[in-house]
């Protein structure tokens, strides 16, 4: 069966459509390659196993096995704001996520600093780096468990946080709900969630977030 790929989804959105690798086998993942390749296009590539990757190994694919990514080809044009996005994480069991939403960021033109490992159980070390995040205009916050760290970023940072629970977490906080939830109903108002481990969500999300700025009526109709 052909795979309908939509190669015109990054002028009509301005996001460019990722493949996503799990589920699809390394014939199906190969043939979307080739066709980039034909197309002299870029291509990023998510959740994509360490097995299947060394299967599809080529000079081209740029590959992290942490965060389960792989770009081909170049990346996007850099959007011309200073310090546009910043990713903050709890843990560092929430790398894999974390490290998602940056090379998605970088793929869709967004230079990301990261504060990881910055979580809520050692309020020190977020009050040390708040003074920073303070000159972003955009953070992404990734953390598990009880997903406290939303709430107290929002209610310390003006720029927009968009919230990214992960699944990391044990009990009632297995598979993520707990942090979903508490990004849902966290007491700091304007909190903008994705799903559970979505860090290409996030990303893209920054992406429509901060091109607004070089937004015009019907430039990408």
């Known amino acids: 069966m052909e795979t309908r790929f939509d190669w015109g989804r990054g002028v009509r959105t301005g996001v460019p459509e990722a493949i996503f690798s799990e589920g699809k086998t390394v014939d199906q993942i190969g043939a979307i390659l080739d066709a980039a390749r034909q197309r002299s296009a870029s291509l990023l590539l998510t959740r994509l196993d360490a097995d299947k990757a060394e299967k599809l190994r080529a000079e081209d694919l740029d ?7 792989a770009i081909l080809g170049s990346v996007s044009p850099v959007l011309p704001i200073d310090r546009p996005l910043a990713i903050v994480g709890a843990g560092t069991s929430d790398l ?11 793929y869709l ?4 600093a990261v504060f990881a490992d910055v979580g809520v159980a050692g309020l020190w070390r977020l009050e040390e780096i708040v003074p920073d995040l303070r000159g972003y205009a955009l953070v992404i916050a990734v953390a ?11 209610g310390l940072l003006f720029a ?4 990214v629970p992960t699944s990391v977490g044990y009990g009632v906080g297995a598979g993520g ?9 966290g007491c700091a108002p304007g909190i903008l969630t994705v799903n559970i481990d979505n860090g290409f969500g996030a990303a ?12 015009s009526p019907g430039a990408h109709q």
């Open 204 to 215: 893209a999300a920054a992406r429509k977030i901060l091109a607004v700025r070089s937004w």
């Open 160 to 163: 927009p946080v968009i919230a």
């Open 109 to 112: 033109g967004m230079n990301a």
């Open 96 to 106: 894999p996520v974390i490290l998602e939403a940056q090379r998605s960021a970088l």
């Open 144 to 154: 598990g468990m009880e997903g406290a760290l939303f709430s107290v970023l929002a």
């Open 177 to 185: 709900n707990v942090a979903l939830a508490a990004a849902l109903c």
């Open 63 to 69: 590959y992290d096995p942490v965060s389960r990514t």
